[in-house]
C-alpha cells in the first residue's frame, strides 16, 4: 500500500545576506509547522542569505557560514520526524541539503542523483525522495514533483507558472508542489515575491502569493498524494524572450489580460518599496506630485506600499511645488490625488529659490532656455531630497521607461531620487494602468480625478503659460507621440529589429496616423536621444527590475559619446 507524503512550505523572513537573522527566522517558520504532521518541510533555496548574492556568489567566507548555520538547524530538528529540504550557495551554484536525524546530505545544482543502482538517494515517511529532472521524472514513474525556486519576481510570470504546473500534472498524472522564497528581501536590483502553491493530477491549483507585509508569517502546506516523489528546479520562473510578433501595444504580454497584467505590476511596484522601506527601517516616504501621470502613479505605489506594511498613509509626505509654468489644472489634480489617498500635503512655491539660482549664475530670468527650465527641476529634487533628510524618509523617484530611454529628464534634477518606482513601465502603459488601479476599492474615489490627469497634455510646465493659462509645452509635441516612441523603444531594446524592420513595422501599425517621412524621422529622433541619454541612465538611481524589458544597470547599455550612424544608417 502506498503511503501518504504530507509537505509543508516554510517560508522565512529574509535579512538579505545576512544568515545569522535568516537560521532564526527560518527555526521560527518550521515551528509553526510542527504541529501540521508534515513528513518534510521544504525551505526556499537560499534560504540563508536571500536571492541576491551580489558579489558574494561563491565568496568562501558566505558559503562557510551558510553549512555551518544548516548544521545548527539539522541538529535544532534532529528528534523530529519530520525532515527537512533546503538550498544554500556554493562554488558554481546552489546545493539542496536534505536533513534528517541530525544530518545533512548535499546535492548539487538543484538536484540529488540517483546512484549507480538507480535507487533513490533518501525515503520520507518510507517513500523514496529522487531529486531528478522533469524528463527523468517522467521516466521514474514520479508521483509527486517538488518544485523549489528562488528567482526574482517578473510581472506577468505567476501565470505563466500557474500553467506550466497545470501543463505538468495533466500532461505527467502526478501531483506538483511549489515553494518560492523571497519574503522581506532586497528591492534592488530585483523585487521578489514569496509563494507557494499545489496542484493535484492536473486539478485545481492552489497558488498563494505572498500578500502579507515583509515580517508576517507565512507558512503553508498540504497533502498532495501517495507514493514515491522527485524535487526538480522550476526553469520557467525565469524572464522568458520577448514574444516573437511585436504587437501596437508591445509592453503587455501576447495572451495576458490587460487588467490581471496592470495590476500585477502595480502589485510588485509596491511590494518593492515596501521591501526598501522593510529592510531599511524607514516609514516614510517623500513624493514629488505634479498632477501628472508619473507622480500620480508614483503617489499610488506610495499609498499600496503603505497599506502592504500596514504603515497609515499619513507618511506620504506629498509636496506640491509650483512653479513658472504650472497649470490650474494640473495644481487642482495634485491637491485631489493627495486628498485622495490620506497623504500629508504641502506646498512649496518654487519661484523664489528659481530666482536666487538664476542671480547665482547670472542668469537672466528673460532668458527662457535650458538653464531656465533645468533651475526649476533641479530646485523641486534639492526641496524633495532635503524634505527627506529633515523627516528621515525616502525620496521616491517618479521617471518612468520612456523618459529613461529618451533622457527627457533634468540631470541632477528630476533624474534623482533614492529609490525608483516608475522605471521599468513606459509611459503609454501608465496611461493604460491608472484606470485600472483606479477600479480596485482602496483608490477607487480616485477615478474622476484619474480621469482629468489623463485629459492634461503631458508636459514638464517649465515654461510660462499662454494668454488663456492653458499649457503651451507639449512634451508630444516636442518628441513624438509616446504610443509611438515606446513601440520603438520596445522594437529597438527587446526585439532587437534593424531600421528597415522597425518602420516596416511602425507603417503596418500606424501608417494610417502618421506619414511615413514622420515615422521616419521620429525614429531617427528616437536614436540619436537613447544615445545622448546614456550618460544619465549610467547613474540612475536604484530601482527594482520588475519587467523583462528595462534599462536598469545590467541592461541594455550603449557608449553615451558613440554617434548614432550605426542606427540611423
Same mark, same amino acid.
Given at each position: ?12 523572513? /529574509? ?123 517522467? %521516466? ?10 528562488? %528567482?526574482? %519576481? ?118 518593492? $518599496?515596501?521591501?526598501? $522601506? ?14 501628472? $501621470? ?46 485622495? =489617498? ?17 542671480? %547665482? ?9 535650458? =538653464? ?56 503609454? !502603459? ?34 510660462? $503659460? ?12 516636442? !518628441? ?24 516596416? !513595422? ?39 527590475? /520588475? ?23
Amino acid at each position: 500500500m502506498k503511503k501518504t507524503v504530507k509537505v509543508c512550505a516554510c517560508i522565512n523572513e /529574509i535579512s538579505p545576506l545576512n544568515p545569522a537573522a535568516n537560521l532564526v527566522s527560518a527555526i521560527e517558520e518550521i515551528e509553526k509547522c510542527t504541529g501540521t504532521g508534515a513528513d518534510l518541510m521544504v525551505l526556499p533555496p537560499l534560504f540563508l542569505t536571500g536571492g541576491e548574492l551580489a558579489g558574494f556568489a561563491g565568496d568562501e567566507q558566505l558559503i562557510e557560514k551558510c553549512e555551518g548555520h544548516l548544521l545548527t538547524l539539522a541538529k535544532r530538528f534532529a528528534k523530529e520526524r519530520f525532515a527537512i529540504l533546503a538550498g544554500v550557495p556554493a562554488k558554481g551554484g546552489v546545493r539542496l541539503a536534505y536533513l534528517a536525524n541530525g544530518r545533512i546530505r548535499y546535492g548539487w545544482d538543484g538536484m540529488l542523483s540517483f546512484d549507480a543502482q538507480g535507487n533513490h538517494c533518501m525515503a520520507v515517511a518510507g517513500v523514496d525522495l529522487g531529486l531528478t529532472h522533469c524528463a527523468e521524472a517522467a %521516466a521514474a514513474k514520479t508521483d509527486i514533483m517538488l518544485f523549489c525556486d528562488y %528567482a526574482p %519576481a517578473i510581472a506577468g510570470a505567476d501565470k505563466t507558472i500557474e500553467n506550466n504546473l497545470l501543463t505538468i500534472t495533466k500532461s505527467l498524472g502526478i501531483s506538483c508542489f511549489l515553494i518560492r522564497g523571497g519574503r522581506g528581501d532586497t528591492s534592488h536590483p530585483h523585487v521578489f515575491r514569496a509563494a507557494a502553491g499545489f496542484c493535484r493530477g492536473g486539478g485545481e491549483i492552489y497558488f498563494y502569493k505572498g500578500e502579507a507585509a515583509p515580517g508576517t508569517a507565512h507558512s503553508l502546506g498540504g497533502v498532495l498524494s501517495e507514493g514515491t516523489a522527485a524535487v526538480i528546479d522550476l526553469p520557467q520562473t525565469k524572464p522568458t524572450a520577448h514574444p516573437i510578433k511585436v504587437q501596437k501595444q508591445p509592453f503587455i504580454p501576447t495572451g495576458m489580460r490587460e487588467d490581471v497584467y496592470c495590476l500585477d505590476l502595480f502589485d510588485l511596484q509596491c511590494r518593492s $518599496l515596501a521591501a526598501r $522601506l522593510h529592510n531599511t527601517g524607514i516609514n516614510k516616504v517623500v513624493v514629488g506630485v505634479s498632477g501628472g $501621470l508619473d507622480s500620480c502613479l508614483a503617489l499610488l505605489v506610495a499609498a499600496g506600499a503603505m497599506d502592504q506594511l500596514g504603515l497609515t498613509r499619513d507618511g506620504i509626505i506629498a509636496l506640491i511645488m509650483p512653479g513658472f509654468g504650472t497649470s490650474k489644472a494640473t495644481l487642482e489634480s495634485a491637491y485631489q490625488l493627495c486628498s485622495g =489617498v490620506n497623504a500629508t500635503a504641502r506646498t512649496v512655491d518654487i519661484t523664489e529659490t528659481c530666482r536666487a539660482l538664476f542671480a %547665482a549664475c547670472g542668469h537672466s530670468e528673460e532668458e527662457q532656455n535650458t =538653464v531656465y527650465e533645468n533651475a526649476q527641476a533641479r530646485a523641486r529634487t534639492a526641496i524633495a531630497l532635503t524634505t527627506a533628510n529633515r523627516e528621515g524618509a525616502i525620496m521616491v523617484g517618479t521617471g518612468d521607461l520612456s523618459e529613461e530611454a529618451l533622457g527627457f529628464s533634468t540631470y541632477g534634477g528630476d533624474h534623482l531620487s533614492n529609490y525608483n518606482v516608475n522605471v521599468c513601465i513606459p509611459k503609454s !502603459l501608465i496611461r493604460i494602468m491608472l484606470p485600472i488601479i483606479t477600479r480596485e476599492p482602496a483608490f477607487v474615489s480616485l477615478s474622476l480625478c484619474v480621469r482629468s490627469v489623463l485629459e492634461t497634455p503631458v508636459s514638464p510646465e517649465l515654461l510660462p $503659460l499662454g494668454e488663456d493659462g492653458e499649457i503651451c509645452q507639449r512634451t508630444e509635441d516636442i !518628441l513624438a507621440p509616446y504610443e509611438l516612441l515606446d513601440f520603438y523603444l520596445y522594437c529597438f531594446a527587446a526585439a532587437c529589429l534593424p531600421k528597415s524592420e522597425i518602420l516596416e !513595422l511602425a507603417a503596418k501599425y500606424f501608417g494610417t496616423e502618421y506619414t511615413p517621412d514622420f515615422l521616419e524621422e521620429k525614429l531617427d529622433l528616437f536614436y540619436k536621444r537613447f544615445i545622448s541619454g546614456q550618460f544619465k541612465r549610467s547613474c540612475a538611481p536604484e530601482a527594482a527590475a /520588475i519587467t523583462a524589458i528595462n534599462l536598469l544597470p545590467g541592461g541594455l547599455w550603449v557608449p553615451s559619446d558613440m554617434k548614432p550612424d550605426l542606427f540611423l544608417n
